[in-house]
């Protein structure tokens, strides 16, 4: 019999539910986009009664600011797992006949309230689109030593609808933490220009970019105050899943998904260049790209059919490697 148990709380002054078996606490904010804030393994390294945290914390006792509707993610918190969807830059659809709809920063569904219900060992959550008439649901659920995520995304127009969904993933870091992605991923297309890929849109290699270069994408710099990164790979990924181990934590934490519905993986490295937060975000997603615009010009787009549906899953598992 699972020990799983679920009950409302209060998580840095937000309303959250707290999700538990023994091994995983799962903290979710349905007011905040229904994000996952907190996601720790319960003891430590040698029977250590302290939580391992993987993700990015909001670092006060208190996140910024509230959130609503439309309003720039530039500022807030930029911690724990958030839903992108149906973009994630913002950007105006050029396809009938949605021709002309704009779609906020970082999508609609961060920033509005998801109605949230336990149901036995698992929490419901949905949420209605405002310039699109769609429903994104998902079930949260912790099993083992992570959590897994199960959505589905309904288009109740007759037309079909583009989208993207990706994964706002914030993870710890420390200096020279390590990516681990599937074999035969060796091309990138960068989004960003930052410190270390200049050039945005260009395509490297990875993990060494060019013949010339003296780094490795693959190993996370030390923290600057200048330094973030953005890159897609530019082929659908080989096997769903990323990794990051963090010698710090001595964690390993992995993001499973299935490469048929989430094809695609971006990368944010955040050397301390945006609002001073140091930390990486794993991005699988339904399409290339940081908007459903930029991804259909490269013939690498998604949509929802019309009066159809789109399921998809993430599970995310925490790993504490042997000191």
């Known amino acids: 019999m699972s020990n799983t148990q679920l009950k409302n709380t209060i998580f840095k002054g937000e309303s959250a539910v707290e999700l538990t078996n023994g091994t995983i606490r799962a903290v979710v904010l ?21 939580p391992v945290e993987t993700l990015a914390l909001a670092s006060e006792d208190r996140y910024q600011r509230p959130v609503h509707y439309g309003m720039i993610f530039e500022g807030e918190d930029g911690t724990g797992v958030d839903d ?33 219900t336990i149901r036995d060992q698992e929490l ?49 870091v420390s200096p020279f933490s390590k990516l681990v992605v599937p074999d035969g991923m060796d091309r990138i297309i960068n989004a960003h220009a930052g410190n270390r890929l200049p050039e945005a849109g260009r395509e490297y290699g990875f993990p060494v ?12 710099p030390e923290c ?14 080989t096997e769903g899943r990323c990794g990051l181990f963090n010698p710090l934590s001595g964690v390993t934490t992995t993001i499973r998904f299935s ?6 993986l971006g990368i944010w490295i955040n050397e301390g260049g945006w609002n001073g937060y140091y930390n990486v ?7 290339i790209l940081d908007d459903p615009v ?20 993430i599970s995310i598992e925490i790993e504490l490697n042997p000191s």
């Open 281 to 287: 975000g794993i991005e699988p997603s339904t399409c």
């Open 209 to 220: 970019p060019t013949p010339d270069s003296d780094f490795d994408l693959s190993v996370i």
């Open 124 to 172: 419901l959550c949905s949420v209605h689109g405002i310039k699109l008439p769609y429903s994104l649901e998902k079930t949260m659920r912790v099993s083992g030593n992570g959590m897994r995520v199960s959505y589905r995304a309904n288009n109740h127009a007759s037309f079909a609808m583009p989208f993207q969904w990706a994964a706002h993933a914030i993870l710890d």
């Open 84 to 116: 992108m969807f149906p973009t994630i830059l913002p950007c105006t659809l050029a396809c009938d006949p949605w021709t002309g709809v704009e779609l906020p920063d970082h999508g609609e569904v961060w920033a509005l309230p998801w109605e949230c």
């Open 259 to 264: 490469e048929q519905t989430l094809p695609y």
């Open 224 to 237: 600057n105050p200048s330094g973030a990164q953005k890159y897609w790979f530019a082929d659908p990924v």
């Open 294 to 313: 930029s991804a259909a010009k490269y013939g690498k787009a998604s949509a929802l059919p019309p009066r159809g549906t789109v399921e998809w899953d």
């Open 30 to 50: 349905p007011n905040r986009g229904a994000k996952i804030a907190s996601l720790a393994l319960q003891s430590g390294k040698q029977g250590s009664e302290h």
